[in-house]
Antibody, heavy 118, light 107 residues
Framework: QVQLQESGPGLVKPSETLSLTCTVS????????WSWIRQPPGKGLEWIGY???????NYNPSFESRVTISIDTSKNQFSLKLSSVTATDTAVYYC????????????WGQGIRVTVSS | DIQMTQSPSSLSASVGDRVTITCRAS??????LNWYQQKPGKAPKLLMY???NLQSGVPSRFSGSGSGTDFTLTISSLQPEDYATYHC?????????FGQGTRLDIK
């Protein structure tokens, strides 16, 4: 079965760029929509954006000026870059799959905690 | 943006209780409503999709209903492993949004 695993630094300095990668195993990254979702401490879930395997993207307008999601089908990975981070970007970041537009998120990665602090 | 509002934000219930959680959308989302269960320190897990379809492997004590703007998740007989936070999520709009979550505690 398909499994997702996030990786990247757990600590990022303010004003720098948060960079995370999600590695997909047990299946192909092709033909699906791949999302990033985050959860600040003690708060709800917030969708950041998705990338289709073809490379087309859709971002939450709340992040649009700061976010880039990319995909590397040869490595079965997709990535998140969030620039100019502040303490409010401290959160657990999840990657997740959707089979098609309108589908639910399933499966999810285990999540990676990222703290923004100097 | 489509706003999703869950109620209650938290509730306490006993094993064996029937529990209902409500999710309301700010506009019609047809049946594009999904429910997730999240336990502390874990990723959300899909419970229900398209409002009333049980995800494979999820116990039948979970059920979902609704369409348009009003949706419910019901647990018919609460079990110890059901204590968790439940999130609704709409996948109708291009901007995907979640409810704020409902925390279910032991009474």
């Amino acid at each position: 079965q398909v499994q997702l695993q996030e990786s990247g630094p757990g600590l990022v300095k303010p004003s720098e760029t948060l960079s995370l990668t999600c590695t997909v195993s047990g299946g192909s990254i092709s033909s699906y929509y791949w999302s990033w979702i985050r959860q600040p401490p003690g708060k709800g879930l917030e969708w950041i954006g998705y990338i289709y395997y073809s490379g087309s993207t859709n971002y939450n307008p709340s992040f649009e000026s700061r976010v880039t999601i990319s995909i590397d089908t040869s490595k079965n990975q997709f990535s998140l870059k969030l620039s100019s981070v502040t303490a409010t970007d401290t959160a657990v970041y999840y990657c997740a799959r959707r089979e098609m537009s309108g589908s639910p998120f399933d499966p999810w990665g285990q999540g990676i905690r990222v703290t923004v602090s100097s | 943006d489509i706003q999703m509002t869950q109620s209650p934000s938290s509730l306490s219930a006993s094993v064996g209780d029937r529990v209902t959680i409500t999710c309301r959308a700010s506009q019609s989302i047809r049946s594009y409503l999904n429910w997730y269960q999240q336990k502390p320190g874990k990723a959300p897990k899909l419970l229900m999709y398209s409002a009333s379809n049980l995800q494979s492997g999820v116990p039948s004590r979970f059920s979902g209903s609704g369409s348009g703007t009003d949706f419910t998740l019901t647990i018919s007989s609460l079990q110890p492993e059901d204590y968790a936070t439940y999130h609704c999520q709409q996948s109708y709009g291009t901007l995907i949004t979640f409810g704020q979550g409902t925390r279910l505690d032991i009474k």
